[in-house]
């Protein structure tokens, strides 16, 4: 048998095969399939494909106010950080804190031994009364000469010559006062204060050691935790309507713990830096906490929510229930005879949670929050779910995994901020 033989008649066998197959499909002979005239009329809307019924979540739109806000991540700084070192030297007498204790301004912390700045100040306090004492003599001199000069019993050289003496002696005088002040500043250099209100971190130095004044490393740290400030960053871009919200009064803040959802604190933006960081196209911004129940932590990182503004009553659905296409945003809404109705949308501000609705649907319409890979527009449906004016956030676990898949879910964010129109 030649080549093209062979060829011909293995066309004919696969031929003669295809057309078997089709007609056992057509009088439904092939197992997992229906006859053809059944086949032909089944499609999304009607035959056992259009019947069959999909299980979904709900939830009612409704109209809210919702808060425009842009997020980011900060460092918590200290109000004021303080390293306590010692002004005079000499051997380290006593610590009078508890490492981590909290400390007042003015409340004592270390002494160093004063005895040689005590032997100062009062070597400083004999002069000055030595002096005290020639300058009363001198003054009585004066006072003579004046008399003898008057009767001509004494040349006015002595009586000039006395009171130069007189002034020299004051003079003198007004020297060891200020001698006896020195001696007294650094006798007090001896008991450390100290300068703030804060907490005494882990002691530097022991008891018994002798420090310098030239010391690099201190004897402790001191902190101030109330208030207390954290520093973030925002793009440049967010500027602006930082800076018309701040306009307004100081801009809200809150604190959010490693969920990005609950709140550690609450303060207010205080500082918009006067510069953008070139190489980052940042700027920073620094906001004040009260910190009263010490939730927030010098060198902490915590995420960072701004408030800049307040949409006024707005239509609101589950962040979750829009869904994006070809053509743009969409969600399917709840109809009449229980079947899901593809609506086009245009939204506005959108989160994790709520997207806002611009147009395309109306307050009270219950849209649908699950089952999205086997919906389609006109598809009969089975509510799991009752519809809720409160219940923006319920979705089953199909629903969540939906949302999971590339493509679908929240829009994406912005660089640096919380939501993106």
Known sequence: MTRVSRRVLLAIGALTLAVALALAYQAGKLPGFRSGDQGAGAGPSGGARGERIVTVTVSKTRLEDVPVTIDAVGTVQALNTVTIRTQVDGRLLRLAFTEGQDVHKGDILAEIDPALYQAQYDQAVAKKAQDEANLANARVDLARYERLVVGNFASKQKHATQKATVAQLEALVRADKAAIDNAKTTLDYATIRSPIDGRAGIR???????????????????????????????PQQALPAVQKAQAKGAAKVVALGPDNATP??????????????????????????????????????????????????????????????????????????????????????????????????????????????????????????????????????????????????????????????
């Open 264 to 421: 550690i604190e609450t303060g207010e933006l205080s500082v918009i830096d006067n510069q953008i960081d070139q190489m980052t196209g940042t700027v920073r911004l620094k906001a004040t906490f009260a910190n009263q129940t010490l939730s927030l932590w010098p060198g902490q990182f915590v995420n960072v929510r701004l408030m800049l503004d307040t949409l006024k009553n707005v239509l609101v659905a589950p962040s979750h229930a829009v869904q994006r296409g070809p053509s743009g945003a969409f969600v399917y809404v709840l109809g009449a005879n229980d079947v899901a109705t593809m609506r086009e949308v245009t939204t506005g501000r959108q989160d994790e949670k709520i997207a806002v609705i611009a147009s395309g649907i109306q307050p009270g319409d219950v849209v649908l929050t699950s089952g999205f890979s086997k919906l389609s527009d006109g598809a009969k449906i089975q509510v799991v779910s009752a519809p809720s004016a409160a219940d923006a956030d319920s979705a089953d676990a199909s629903g969540e995994e939906e949302r999971a898949k590339p493509g679908r879910g929240a829009a994406p964010r912005a660089p640096g901020g919380r939501m993106k129109k």
């Open 204 to 234: 530097l130095v022991d008891v018994g050691n002798i420090l310098h004044a030239s010391d690099s490393t201190g004897i402790v740290v001191i902190t101030q935790l109330k208030p207390i400030y954290v520093v973030f960053t925002l």
